[in-house]
């Protein structure tokens, strides 16, 4: 368990702010903590040359940190662990980042364009992504409803009173539904049914849509022709039953191996949580009011602070607006330095892919 910050005045205010020693010391047990998981001791510090100290002055530095409410002591041995104000600190400004390596970056430009004709595709080839790359838990926020703007329908008669509808995204989502009607419908009228409803919607979001057809279906409620009523009705139930937005999940199992998750009841506590779509969407659309990276950690949110988890994610979209977000998560111990340009990277990419996409 990560061990929360002891309520103690705020580094700055009764501490004088860390020392570039006290600084270098915490970032080493911080990175040592994350590769091991397990506590960190004096002596294994002080046999990393770059510190140049003895065993017991390390073991002063440590306790100064311990005082400053940035190291725990979880049990009784010597070891310490970092608490969540010392990883807020290693994130914000301790920590050195790593660059993506070309090979990486070809891998995901290759992976992502084989799924670009294909925005649902293009989703989930981003999710397996972040998970293979990270060894962690890959999250991606689908595009809200909300914000679908239309670009083509189409209605296909499927026979016995009933009707498909393929409805395409300008930034190629794709949605089925299928429609039962009161009367049939011929294939002639069903093209002009798809062609009226695409050649005076096409470019709208689906909510304005909607405001369009309750106002249509008022104006025409009188005599119209038998095509145009079954025109306005079919857009209105198309538009009006799209589904709310998903969360895309994948790499929960290779977690389970971690000792952050050795006992029965944290692993099934972690599966739980994973499997309730709406509090991920929750936490994940925290992340679309801000630009760039952010890192969740602990308290920063109701799972974080449930599982000890941190959350690394960041917004993708087509232009100015964002559409969703992605994201890595696993223990709050995660290798933030590889983590944070992976996530940043992934987040472009999937941007100028469904930008791409959109100009088909």
């Given at each position: 368990m990560l061990p929360k910050t002891p309520?103690?005045?705020?580094?700055?205010?009764?501490?004088?702010?860390?020392?570039?020693?006290?600084?270098?010391?915490?970032?080493?047990?911080?990175?040592?903590?994350?590769?091991?998981?397990?506590?960190?001791?004096?002596?294994?510090?002080?046999?990393?040359?770059?510190?140049?100290?003895?065993?017991?002055?390390?073991?002063?530095?440590?306790?100064?940190?311990e005082e400053s409410g940035l190291l725990a002591q979880p049990h009784s041995s010597a070891g310490r662990v970092p608490t969540e104000a010392a990883y807020r600190m290693y994130v914000d400004s301790l920590m050195q980042m790593r660059r993506i390596s070309s090979r990486e970056r070809a891998y995901i430009d290759d992976y992502l364009l084989d799924a670009s004709n294909d925005a649902d595709h293009l989703m989930s080839a981003a999710t397996h992504l972040l998970s293979e790359l990270s060894e962690q838990v890959g999250v991606v926020l689908t595009p809200s409803v909300d914000e679908i703007v239309l670009k083509t329908i189409d209605f296909v008669s499927l026979g016995r009173r009933r009707v498909l509808c393929v409805m395409v995204s300008t930034t190629g989502f794709i949605d089925h539904l299928v429609i039962d009607l009161d009367d049939d419908l011929t294939r002639e009228e069903l093209v002009r049914v798809s062609n009226y409803v695409t050649d005076h919607f096409a470019g709208l979001r689906l909510p304005d849509i909607r405001d369009q057809l309750l106002q249509l279906m008022d104006a025409e409620r009188a005599h119209v022709e038998r095509w145009l009523a079954s025109a306005i009705d079919l857009a209105r139930r198309a538009v009006g039953s799209s589904t709310e937005q998903e969360v895309l999940v994948e790499g929960t199992t290779s977690l389970l191996d971690l000792p952050e998750l050795a006992s029965i009841e944290q692993a099934r506590r972690m599966l739980d949580t994973f499997a309730d779509k709406a509090r991920l969407v929750k936490m994940l659309n925290k992340c679309l009011g801000g630009d760039g990276v952010r890192v969740f950690l602990g308290e920063d949110s109701d799972i974080t602070s449930e599982l000890d988890f941190s959350l690394v994610a960041t917004p993708y979209g087509v232009g100015e607006k964002p559409l969703g977000s992605l994201g890595i998560m696993g223990p709050s111990r995660m290798e933030y330095p590889r983590i944070v340009p992976l996530v940043r990277y992934l987040g472009e990419t999937l941007s100028r892919a469904l930008a791409s996409g959109s100009k088909q």
């Open positions: 309520r103690r005045p705020a580094l700055g205010a009764d501490h004088e702010p860390l020392s570039s020693r006290d600084r270098e010391i915490l970032k080493d047990i911080i990175y040592t903590h994350i590769l091991s998981g397990e506590p960190v001791s004096s002596r294994a510090v002080s046999k990393h040359a770059q510190h140049s100290l003895s065993a017991a002055s390390i073991r002063n530095v440590m306790a100064d940190l």
